[in-house]
């Protein structure tokens, strides 16, 4: 798990690992860092939880700050991806750690938003850089004009990313937030700017990529291969369809939570 000050790891893996090891880490692997706190260290370690959670929850909530800041400046869409992810991890383990219904039951379902969210956004990041030649924001523009079907795709997947609601973004963040708050107030005010930070880098990426005028003759961006765009079509659908009806995502993680709550209480 990147959770501050041990994520240092992340970015520059994720930046120079080929996409399918890059999706493969985001989707999977770092799931498992999680599962783990939800299946294993907080059943056998109830007292530690009760002693020092208020640390680990200080780190993870810090991380979301400190991630999504970073992420505002970042030049390279791969790597601003890389720092929202670890803005997404913190507030997930913030929420497990506040020992409450809520915030393990979202942290379940946002492991599972997460996961499908950013795997699209990996993918986006792979396909501009095939089609243009880089992920450098500040020479991109105007891909909209030039593939109107790519940019709904990449919108749809962004808005998922920033946890609008009807997406399966929102569900879990909201969970998260009102489990943190339930284990104070001023804590969950500070784990809710990953709401707002997330809009900001996020909407901000968008725009530089896909609106506006075309900063560099010299780059095109032709049609989708027919393998990205099914790819895309399902991520988009299942961001939509799980945001839109969760109730069977939410049935499912009810019945673990509640039992992961009778070892620690």
């Known amino acids: 798990m990147p959770i501050f000050p041990l994520h240092t790891w992340q970015p520059d893996t994720y930046v120079n690992a080929p996409t399918q090891g890059t999706?493969?880490?985001?989707?999977?692997?770092?799931?498992?860092g999680?599962?783990?706190?939800?299946?294993?260290?907080l059943p056998i370690t109830p007292l530690a939880l009760a002693e020092w959670g208020w640390l680990a929850i200080g780190l993870s909530v810090f991380g979301i700050f400190y991630a999504s800041c970073i992420a505002i400046v970042q030049k390279d869409y791969k790597r601003l991806i890389a720092y929202s992810s670890i803005a997404h991890v913190g507030l997930i383990a913030a929420g497990i750690l506040s020992?409450?219904?809520?915030?393990?039951?979202?942290?379940?379902?946002?492991?599972?938003?997460?996961?499908?969210?950013?795997?699209?956004?990996?993918?986006?990041?792979?396909i501009l850089m095939r089609h243009t030649g880089t992920r450098e924001m500040e020479k991109l523009g105007g891909i909209r004009n030039m593939n109107g079907n790519f940019a709904v795709l990449f919108l749809i997947v962004m808005l998922g990313s920033v946890a609008l609601p009807l997406t399966n973004g929102?569900?879990?963040?909201?969970?998260?937030?009102?489990?943190?708050?339930?284990y104070g107030a001023w804590v969950a005010a500070f784990a809710g700017l990953t709401v707002i930070l997330g809009a900001v880098y996020m909407l901000r990426s968008y725009q530089a990529i896909m609106l506006g005028e075309r900063r560099d003759s010299a780059i095109a961006f032709?049609?989708?291969a027919s393998s990205d765009k099914w790819v895309l079509y399902i991520i988009c659908f299942v961001i939509i369809a799980f945001g839109v009806?969760?109730?069977?995502?939410?049935d499912l993680a009810e019945e673990g939570t509640k039992a992961i709550l009778t070892y620690i209480k």
Not at 23 to 32: E, R, T, V
Not at 99 to 126: C, P, S
Not at 171 to 181: C, D, K, M
């Open 23 to 32: 999706m493969l880490l985001s989707g999977i692997m770092l799931k498992m």
């Open 170 to 182: 929102f569900v879990g963040e909201f969970l998260l937030i009102n489990g943190v708050y339930q």
């Open 34 to 41: 999680t599962f783990g706190l939800i299946k294993w260290l």
């Open 99 to 126: 020992a409450n219904q809520q915030g393990i039951q979202g942290a379940v379902m946002q492991m599972l938003a997460h996961g499908v969210n950013v795997v699209g956004l990996f993918l986006i990041a792979d």
């Open 245 to 250: 009806y969760p109730k069977p995502l939410n």
């Open 222 to 224: 032709g049609s989708l």
